[in-house]
C-alpha cells in the first residue's frame, strides 16, 4: 500500500493558476478597508513568504517562546515531508522537535498526555486523511478531558496540525478535507486558513488557547501562496471571520484553499455587473456566525462552498444557521456548492467545487 | 538482555554454528549494518540453518514473596517497608472492601446507576500505590480505586462521585466509579479502555524532560498507566508502550490479568506468554508478579520505579490474579464461568486475609482491627449514602461548563434558553 508520499516539491498543473490567485488576491486587498486587509501583511518590515515558510515561522516562534512547547510527528525531525519544520530540530534539539513511531492514535494519545501535564505539544499528523486512527483519541479523550473532570484536568496545551485538502493528484488518502467530522464535537477548535498571513497569526493563537486544537493546512497552498507575512510574533483570535471583498448582491461564504476559487468565480461576476461579499471564515470552530449574519442580511443570498463532500459538510450547518437567523432577508434558498457525495478521485476535474461551479452558483441565486 | 531466552524449535543441535570462514565478509558487513536496524546482534548476526522461534511455554514464572498463609518463602526476598506503610497497605485494602459492599448492594436498590468492585485485585493496585511516591502520576482504567483510596482519596468523594451530587466536584458528569484527583495526581478515568496508555507516555516523556533538568533526586517523578488484559489487545496499547519506549519516557505499564475482560477468557484475548512477553518485544524491562501477593507487588514496583528513573526507559509489570466479584453490577458472571470456579479461586488467593496473616505475624495486626476497621467504614459510607441523597446535583446552570475553557457566544445562548425553558417547566423535571 502507497500510504506516504515522499512530496519533496508540490507539482501541480494548476499551479500558475493558484499563483494568479496570490496576485488576485493583493488586487483585491486594495478594495477593502486597510485594517481588515493589511491585518499583518503589511506591516514595516514584512517578508515574503509562502505558506509553508509562515508555518514554520510560527513554529520557531513558538518553540523561543516556551520552554514546555514541543514539535512532534512522523518524519519532522528532517523538516517534514512538506518542510514545514525545517532546521527547528538543530536548532531545539532532538528531545523538542522529534520524530514520533508511525502510529496516529499513538502521537495523538501521547500528545494528549504531554498537554495533560501542563506541556504544549504541536503535534503533526502527515496527511488529515490519516487523522481517523486517532479520531478516537480526539474525539472521546482530547475533546471531553475539561468537561468530564469538572475542570480539573484538561489538554488544552494540545495542537494537531495537519495538511489538507486537494493537491490536483492525491487521490483518496492524500486530498480529504476532514473538518466536518470534527465539528460535530464539542470541546475541540477547528481551524483553516487561506493566507500565509492567517496561518502564522492562527497557529500562534491556536498554541496559545487553553483547548485542544486541530489546524489544518491546505497542501496546495503551501509553495503556491505567497504574500509579505510580519516576522515577529503575532496572534488572529480564533472564532472571528474576515471579509475578503465588500458586496451587495450575493454572499459567498468560504475557508481554505477554496477561498482562491471563490475569489476567481465572484471576479468573472463582477464583469457581469454582479456584486459580491466574499467572507473567508478561517475559524470553523467557532465560526464567526455574526459576521455572516451580518452580511447575508444585507445581500438578501447566500452561497456556501467548501471543498469537502456536500452532505453533512459544514455548510449545513452555516446553511440552518442562515435560514434561522435571516429568515426575513432571504431572497432565495441558500446554496451549497461543494465536493461531490464520492470518495476523491484521482480525476478532480470535475469533482472539486470549481471556479465554474461557483461562477454558476452565483448567476443562479442572484437570477433567482 | 533477553536475546537467547527464546525457544528454539525444528532445531537438533545448539542455537548458533560458528560462522564458516568464507562468510567472514558477510558477518562483518552486517556488523556494520546492524545499527540501520536498530540492533545489537553480539558478534553473531547469521546462522545458517533455519530456525523459527516461538516464546510460549514453559510460561515465565510470577516473582512471589508470601505463600498463601502469609510466610515469606525467601527471607532475602522479603522487602524491607516502614511499619507505617504496612498498616496503611492494610487499611487501604480493607477500606476499599467495605465501600465496595456497600455501594453495589447501593446499586441493586437503585440507589445508585452503576457500579464495579475490586473484589480479589486490591493488593495489586494498593501494592503498587504504596511502591509510588504521592507525586507519581497515575492513569488508571476503573478497577484500581483502591490505590485512590491509599492516596487518601475519601468515601465522600467516592459517594459523591457515585452520586453524582454537588459535593462531587467533578461535577457529576461520567458514571459512578470514574473518580479522578487534580490534589492526588491521579488522572480522571474514562470509559474508552486503553486510551490512557499513550496518554501516560507522553506524559511519562514531561517526567523524563523534567528530571533531566531536577537536581533534587527526591523531586523525580514517574507517571503509572494500570491496563487489564483485555485493554492490552488495543491499538492504543501497542502505540503506547511503544512510543513510551522510542522516547524513553518515564512511564510504569501495571497490567492486571485477572484471567477475564467481561465473559472473555484469555485464551480469546491472546495466545502469547500473556501480555508480559509484549514488553519484551518493545525491548523494555518486564517483570511478572504474583498479584494476589501485595508484597510482591510493593517489592516489584519499587524496583521498576528505581530502574525507570536509573535508565531511562518505560518499564512493564504483569500481576496474575483473579477477578472474583461480576465485572460490573450490569454482568452476571454465572453466565460464563461456573460458581464452583469462583469460589475454589476467590478462597484460594484471598489477597488480604493473606496480608493480613503476615502483619499478624509481625504482630502489627489483629483480626479485630480488622473486623473494627470493616464495620466503621460501612457504617461510615452507609452514613454518606443517606447523606448524599439529600444533597442537590450540580444546578442546570453548570450544564454548558468545562466543554471550553471559555464558554462561546453560541453556548451562551444555548445556556439561556436552557434556562428559560428549565424556569418554565420547572415542576415536570423532578430535579
Known sequence: MLRRIGVTHVVSPLSSFFSSVASARRLQMTAVSASQAREHADAPGAVEMNFLQAINSALDLALSKDEKTVVFGEDVAFGGVFRCTLNLSKKYGSQRVFDSPLSEQGLVGFAIGMASAGWKPIAEVQFADYIFPAFDQIVNEAAKMRFRSGGHFHCGGLVIRSPSSAVGHGGLYHSQSVEGFFNHCAGIKIVMPSTPSDAKGLLLQCVEEEDPCIFFEPKRLYRSMVEPVDPGYYTIPLGKGKILCEGRDVTIVTYGAQVGVAMKAAERAAQEGISVELIDLRSLKPWDREMVTQSVRKTGRVIVTHEAPKTSGIGSEIVSCITQDCFLSLEAPPMRVCCLDTPHPLNEQLYLPNELKVYEAIKFITGY | ?431
Open chain 2, 1 to 431: 538482555m533477553f536475546r537467547k531466552s527464546s525457544h528454539a524449535v525444528m532445531h537438533s543441535g545448539g542455537l548458533f554454528r560458528t560462522p564458516r570462514p568464507l562468510c567472514r565478509a558477510l558477518q562483518e558487513a552486517l556488523m556494520k549494518a546492524q545499527s540501520v536496524w536498530n540492533l545489537d546482534f553480539g558478534g553473531t548476526p547469521t546462522v545458517d540453518e533455519l530456525t523459527f522461534h516461538q516464546r510460549k511455554y514453559p510460561s515465565t514464572p510470577m516473582f512471589h514473596v508470601l505463600d498463601l498463609d502469609g510466610r515469606v518463602v525467601n527471607p532475602k526476598q522479603e522487602p524491607e517497608v516502614p511499619k507505617e506503610t504496612l498498616i496503611k497497605m492494610m487499611e487501604a485494602m480493607l477500606r476499599q472492601q467495605s465501600i465496595d459492599l456497600i455501594l453495589m448492594e447501593a446499586q441493586r436498590q437503585g440507589r445508585i446507576s452503576f457500579y464495579m468492585t475490586s473484589m480479589g485485585e486490591e493488593a495489586s493496585a494498593v501494592g503498587t500505590a504504596a511502591a509510588l511516591d504521592m507525586r507519581d502520576e497515575l492513569f488508571l482504567q476503573y478497577r484500581e480505586a483502591a490505590a485512590l483510596t491509599y492516596r487518601g482519596y475519601t468515601v465522600k468523594d467516592m459517594v459523591a462521585q457515585c452520586m453524582g451530587t454537588i459535593e462531587n466536584e467533578l461535577k457529576g458528569r461520567q458514571m459512578p466509579i470514574h473518580y479522578g484527583s487534580r490534589a492526588l495526581n491521579v488522572h480522571m478515568i474514562s470509559s474508552p479502555v486503553a486510551t490512557q496508555i499513550p496518554h501516560a507516555a507522553g506524559a511519562g516523556y514531561v517526567c523524563r524532560l523534567e528530571n533531566e533538568r531536577e537536581t533534587d533526586p527526591n523531586k523525580k517523578r514517574i507517571c503509572a498507566a494500570f491496563v487489564g488484559e483485555g485493554s492490552a489487545s488495543q491499538g492504543d496499547f501497542h502505540a503506547g508502550v511503544n512510543m513510551a519506549a522510542t522516547m524513553k519516557s518515564n512511564t510504569l505499564f501495571l497490567i492486571r490479568n485477572n484471567g477475564y475482560a467481561i465473559s472473555t477468557p484469555s485464551s480469546s484475548q491472546y495466545a502469547g506468554d500473556g501480555v508480559f512477553a509484549r514488553g519484551i518485544g518493545y525491548g523494555i524491562p518486564c517483570a511478572r508478579v504474583d498479584g494476589n501477593d501485595i508484597l510482591a507487588v510493593f517489592q516489584t514496583v519499587r524496583k521498576a520505579r528505581e530502574l525507570i528513573r536509573t535508565t531511562n526507559q518505560p518499564v512493564l509489570v504483569e500481576a496474575l490474579l483473579y477477578r472474583s466479584s461480576h465485572h460490573s453490577s450490569s454482568d452476571d458472571s454465572t453466565w460464563y464461568r461456573s460458581r464452583d470456579e469462583v469460589e475454589v479461586f476467590s478462597n484460594l488467593f484471598l489477597p488480604v486475609a493473606r496480608f493480613e496473616k503476615y502483619l499478624e505475624r509481625k504482630l502489627l495486626w489483629t483480626p479485630e482491627q480488622s473486623r473494627s476497621l470493616s464495620q466503621k467504614v460501612r457504617q461510615e459510607t452507609l452514613a454518606e449514602l443517606h447523606r448524599q441523597e439529600k444533597l442537590p446535583k450540580w444546578p442546570v446552570s453548570s450544564m454548558h461548563d468545562d466543554v471550553y475553557k471559555e464558554m462561546t457566544p453560541e453556548m451562551h445562548q444555548a445556556q439561556k434558553e436552557l434556562e428559560e425553558h428549565y424556569e418554565r417547566n420547572k415542576k415536570e423535571y423532578n430535579m
